[in-house]
C-alpha cells in the first residue's frame, strides 16, 4: 500500500487546550487542532501560546494535524514576529538622582 503524502506548514500556537492539544493559526488563517509528536512528547519539548510550529497534516482531514517541531524565532518563513515600537527609557533610571 502506498504511503500517503503529508502537507508540512507553519503555523503559530492560538490556544493551549488540555491533554497536550493546541489550536494552531496557519499562513492562510486556518485553524486547525493540532497535538503534538512523540519525539516532542519525549524529550519534553514545552509548546505555549505564541510559539511558531511545524505541523504535518493528512490531506483527508485537514481540520487536526500533528506538531512535529517548535521553531526558534529566526527560523520561521511564513510568520514574521511583530517589531515593538522602541520609546521611552529602558531600565530603573528616569532621569533623575535617585533619593532616599
Not at 33 to 60: C, H, Q, T, W, Y
Request: proline residues 5%; hydrophobic residues 35%; positive net charge.
Amino acid at each position: 500500500m502506498p504511503e500517503e503524502q503529508l502537507i508540512e506548514l507553519e503555523g503559530r500556537i492560538i490556544q493551549v487546550l488540555p491533554g497536550t492539544m493546541f489550536r494552531v493559526e496557519l499562513p492562510n488563517k486556518h485553524v486547525v487542532l493540532g497535538r503534538i509528536s512523540g519525539k516532542l512528547r519525549k524529550n519534553f519539548i514545552k509548546i505555549i501560546a505564541g510559539d511558531l510550529v511545524r505541523v504535518e497534516m493528512d490531506p483527508a482531514d485537514i481540520t487536526q494535524a500533528r506538531i512535529v517541531y517548535r521553531m526558534r524565532s529566526n527560523e520561521s518563513h511564513a510568520f514574521r514576529p511583530q517589531q515593538r515600537s522602541g520609546g521611552g527609557q529602558r531600565g530603573g533610571s528616569h532621569g533623575g538622582a535617585h533619593r532616599r
